[in-house]
């Protein structure tokens, strides 16, 4: 099959790119190049990786953190209307998810005409934003654990025309609040029953870190008298990236329910509802509430929650700290590869027998001697005493052994496409034709640039800067320059809707499945091409824009690249580059 038989619709398909939260920012040109759209430009990815001659880096593209937070606003006016809601919403952006100056500078700037707010969890991410406190106001909500300090500093913003809602947790948090009853609003953070099963699910339930029992709260109350008065805002936190649409609909009726019977039991002014961040991300957009792909969007979110919230006579203000939604998709790390490496063992002149793949008759057969056949080659491999000549011989089988069952599947799909689907069936086969032929060495380290991956194997889509127009010729791990076993990435999700010829569902040099129609499967490497001779190859991780930055880790002392900033100006489209050279104007 020519290259001219792929198309950049398959690619955008395979590699994810109609995701509704960035492909107003991310697309594929006609040549097949990724790129970078603002302001009316579209910026190659390649492009900016050469002007600066870097091998790896951070792309910061700012307006889309805009576009993320005009999103949440429209959709919330627009849910609310269509339920006539009267609560108001209460946006701030939690400091925890990425508190760099640039990107804390982009929410103040951007958030200005929507009142958004800040949401702080220590006395150091309050220290780093006193600039804005100092001149500006709107809404602050401290969580985590109090400190006197804290409460001294939010008190005098209090008097600036701050709205600042602290969070109790605790006997002492309580206690603490009541030396400033009528300046600073309390909120309570109520455990939630409802199962979410996120990967955050710690966060739910009795045992959680967060918060306190409903039970609890009431017992504390006796002490505490002044809550009845102070006590504003209910908060009921379902954990991070809740991607079934059926969980948030039940924090939302689990929270409704608390807010009325409070309401009910003389807490007057309770008006206010905060959810926490569970908004999930859609890492990949498939709707199939997967930890990697929400079941909803923005506007299903508020549409589900305020159709709940508005069966009360007080319709509650919506405190809104999903930050993950706003600034994930904002910067992506783009690497070169260095150099290419097989990735398991070579062919060698010599070899066993493997005549049996050649002679398989159907895609069944095929799997029950695989299975038979490693099963031997498993007990020869156990072995320590063979020599060199040996070991050449158990290598090279094991390798000519992979290389031809991926052949022999492709010529059984050729016979039968039909194959193609069975092949989910067959365990052995599948993980075969759906493994790596090649390890890319490539400028990054996993942890120090996507260290999720390493922490709660957060799912970050991968897709090459270039030649996005040809069909990939191998799948591919990507091994970062740290000394660790651990900092490979190998994960893959593949969807494609409909192929043209079946030959679209392999890669076109080692043979390895990378499409099914209309099934999403998970291969054990990435989709690439093989770069030739001189050429500067990159690939880009996307969505690493929310907490990434707080979590870098210095394994061998790699330090962050340099960060190449986009953002819109009113003479066209503003790139800076830190650490390098050459910043200016693109019109």
Not at 508 to 522: C, E, F, N, T
């Amino acid at each position: 099959m020519s290259d001219s038989e792929w198309s950049i619709g398959l690619s955008k398909e395979l590699y994810g790119l109609n995701n509704y939260m960035r492909q107003e920012f991310i697309d594929v040109d006609d040549e097949g190049f990724l790129v970078v759209k603002v302001n009316g430009s579209s910026i190659r990815v390649v492009d900016l990786m050469k002007k600066y001659g870097l091998s790896n880096a951070y792309v910061r593209v700012l307006p889309a953190i805009r576009w993320a937070m005009d999103q949440v606003v429209k959709s919330y006016r627009e849910a609310s209307e269509r339920y006539t809601y009267n609560g108001r919403l209460i946006p701030v952006y939690p400091l925890k998810v990425d508190a760099n100056p640039i990107v804390v500078e982009t929410i103040w700037r951007y958030g200005r005409k929507y009142n958004w707010g800040f949401e702080v969890g220590t006395p150091q991410e309050l220290k780093s934003i006193e600039r804005y406190l100092a001149e500006g106001s709107g809404v602050i909500v401290l969580d985590g654990f109090k400190t006197v300090e804290e409460l001294e500093t939010l008190k005098k913003y209090a008097e600036r025309n701050w709205r600042v809602i602290v969070t109790i947790e605790s006997e002492r948090e309580a206690e603490l609040v009541s030396k400033y009853a009528g300046s600073l609003e309390v909120g309570v953070r109520i455990k939630p029953m409802s199962r979410t099963g996120s990967k955050w699910s710690l966060s739910l339930g009795f045992s959680s870190k967060f918060g306190m029992t409903l039970s609890h709260f009431l017992k504390m109350i006796k002490d505490f008298p002044h809550l009845k008065e102070s006590l504003t805002t209910l908060h009921i936190h379902g954990g991070s990236q809740i991607t079934d649409i059926k969980a948030v609909s039940k924090i939302a009726e689990e929270s409704l329910r608390i807010f009325q019977d409070l309401r009910e039991a003389g807490f007057e002014n309770l008006g206010v509802i905060d959810m926490g961040g569970g908004l999930a991300y859609p890492y990949l957009d498939l709707r199939d509430a997967s930890y990697e792909s929400p079941n909803y969007t923005i506007s299903d979110y508020f549409n589900t929650i305020l159709s709940i919230f508005k069966n009360t006579g007080k319709h509650p203000d919506l405190v809104f700290e999903n930050g993950r939604i706003i600034t994930s998709a904002h910067r992506i790390v783009v690497a070169k590869v260095l150099e290419t490496r097989e990735y398991g063992p070579e062919e060698f002149e010599e070899g066993l027998d493997i005549d049996f793949v050649r002679k398989a008759r159907s895609i069944q057969e095929l799997e029950r001697k695989l299975i038979e056949f490693k099963e031997v080659l498993g007990k020869m491999e156990s072995k320590s005493d063979w020599g060199v000549k040996a070991k050449l011989i158990i290598e090279s089988t094991r390798a000519k052994m992979i290389s031809a069952v991926a052949m022999k599947v492709m010529k059984l799909v050729d016979e039968n496409p039909e194959n193609l689907t069975n092949i989910l069936n067959y365990p052995t086969l599948f993980k075969i034709v759906t493994s790596p032929s090649r390890r890319f060495m490539v400028s990054y380290s996993l942890f120090a640039d996507i260290p999720d991956k390493v922490i709660v194997n957060q799912y970050f889509q991968v897709v090459p800067a270039s030649r996005l127009n040809e069909r990939p010729n191998v799948l591919a791990s990507l091994s970062d320059l740290t000394c660790d076993s651990m900092g490979e990435f190998r994960e893959f999700y593949s969807y494609v809707r409909s192929i043209t010829n079946w030959r679209q569902a392999f890669t076109s040099i080692d043979s390895r499945l990378i499409a099914i129609p209309g099934v999403k499967i998970k291969l054990g490497g990435i989709p690439l091409h093989l770069p030739s001779s001189g050429e500067d190859y990159y690939v880009v991780f996307l969505d690493t824009g929310a907490y990434q930055d707080m979590l870098a880790m210095k394994h061998n002392l790699i330090g962050e690249p340099p960060e190449i900033v986009i953002d819109e100006d009113y003479n066209g489209v503003r790139i800076e580059c830190s650490k390098c050279e050459n910043n200016g104007y693109i019109d």
